[in-house]
């Protein structure tokens, strides 16, 4: 009786782990948001006259590993262009934590 009660903790055990495991997945997932070129996006912070621009590339820096001494690239952000009130053609790199989609 005590090994059968033992067996059924431990696959309760399991069950709530896998399921706990599987939720912690799907949350994370849902939070992760991949941009491409030629998608809209708009600067996500409250400012007036925030244009709607659109992804041209993403952007990366070479730095070197001081460890290895290897070039590694590192990513700086994504590079959007958009058209300011004078009808200038406009182009900078934006962190994707200051970007959300149109």
Known sequence: MFVFLRLFLFVALLKRMFNFK????NALNESVI???????????????NR???WIVEKSSRNMR???TNEVEPVFQ??????????????ESIFNTKDLELV
């Open 22 to 25: 599987i939720m912690n997945m």
């Open 34 to 48: 991949y941009y491409a070129p030629g998608q809209l996006v708009r600067v996500r912070h409250e400012v007036e």
């Open 51 to 53: 244009p709607i621009m």
């Open 65 to 67: 590993n001081p460890n």
């Open 77 to 90: 952000g994504m590079k959007c262009r958009w058209f300011d009130t004078n009808m200038n053609l406009q």
